[in-house]
């Protein structure tokens, strides 16, 4: 028997806030790991979906030490946070916060400075591997905030994930989750692009699709969603075009606020906000394909021609 005792790592309790495709599964995979896990969502018996209990309210999470965020955007977290109900939850001296919405480094930086006032620690967790990395805790997490307060939430961070990178101060997470998302929408928008077009011009999708992956064109998009999508799979749950395309929002502001041009960025913000106002706009991203071939569809109808 070994002389060293086996260490005991303690598991926090934990407060999710946000029980949808990835915060339901978050919340899942740490109740799994044995942390006691309790819900908040606005819809009704969310938590029943994903086997977590449902509170009712922010108040009912003031046992929690950790509290994650799963929210849709910037302006939904602040509401969270600096609204009348959060007033007690996020005035706790020790809380720690984790972010894991893929929000604006911006308003992150401005919250950390208002919670660090309070006692509160608030760290940004941009978190990338979609509904089945977060089931099956495979997710890569990008971490911005202190040292000492990401090492406190480390026990979370090992059930949900394999693989974390602490890039610098609070907002590093988020501005590095806004630039991996601006490149999972143009790896989905090209490989899109470029099938229609290869149809058109007569060639095969399925074979195209491997030339492709087989050659320099292939990215994360042609591997593991071209696949699908030719053949009708969607990967329904997995981020739509009206979330993908305030990601790429984000990634335009921070160009902005560097006064760097984005031409792609540009682009493809306009094509996934196209997509946004569709009626696949709340549907996985991945239907962007269907705009395209439609797009080709009627470009490809004769035009008619006037009667004398």
Not at 90 to 118: K, N, Y
């Amino acid at each position: 028997m070994s002389s060293e005792a086996t260490q005991v790592v303690r598991k926090p309790a934990v407060g999710v806030i946000g029980l949808g495709n990835m915060g339901g599964r978050i919340a899942a995979r740490l109740s799994a790991q044995g942390f006691d896990v309790r819900g908040v969502d606005q819809r009704q018996q969310q938590g029943e979906h994903y086997g977590v209990p449902q509170v009712d309210g922010l108040a009912a999470l003031g046992g929690a030490e950790v509290i994650l965020l799963s929210l849709p955007d910037s302006a939904a977290v602040e509401s969270v946070i600096l609204g009348d109900a959060g007033a007690a939850l996020f005035g706790r001296d020790g809380l720690l916060v984790a972010d894991l919405t893929t929000a604006d480094p911006r308003s992150t930086r401005r919250l950390a400075g208002i919670l660090a006032a309070r006692g509160v620690s608030f760290i940004d967790a941009g978190v990338s591997g979609g509904p089945g990395g977060a089931a099956a805790g495979t997710l890569t997490v990008m971490l911005g905030g202190e040292p000492a307060s990401i090492a406190r939430l480390d026990p979370v961070l090992t059930a949900i994930s394999t693989r974390r990178f602490h890039l610098g101060a609070s907002g590093s997470g988020h501005a590095a989750k806004a630039v991996n998302n601006f490149l999972n929408a143009v790896n989905l928008a090209a490989i899109s692009e470029a099938m229609v077009i290869g149809q058109a011009a007569g060639l095969e999708p399925h074979q195209l699709l491997d030339v492709i992956n087989a050659s320099s064109g292939r990215n994360w998009s042609s591997e593991n969603r071209m696949p699908g999508i030719l053949d009708g799979d969607y990967m329904p749950g997995s981020l739509n075009s009206i979330l993908l395309a305030k990601d790429v929002s984000v990634y335009l502001s921070m160009a902005q606020a560097a006064r760097m041009p984005a031409f792609i960025g540009s682009s493809c913000h306009a094509l996934f906000a196209l997509a946004a106002a569709s009626s696949w706009g709340s549907d996985s991203a991945n239907r962007i394909f269907d705009l395209m071939s439609g797009w080709a569809a009627a470009a490809a109808q004769p035009t008619a021609q006037p009667t004398a």
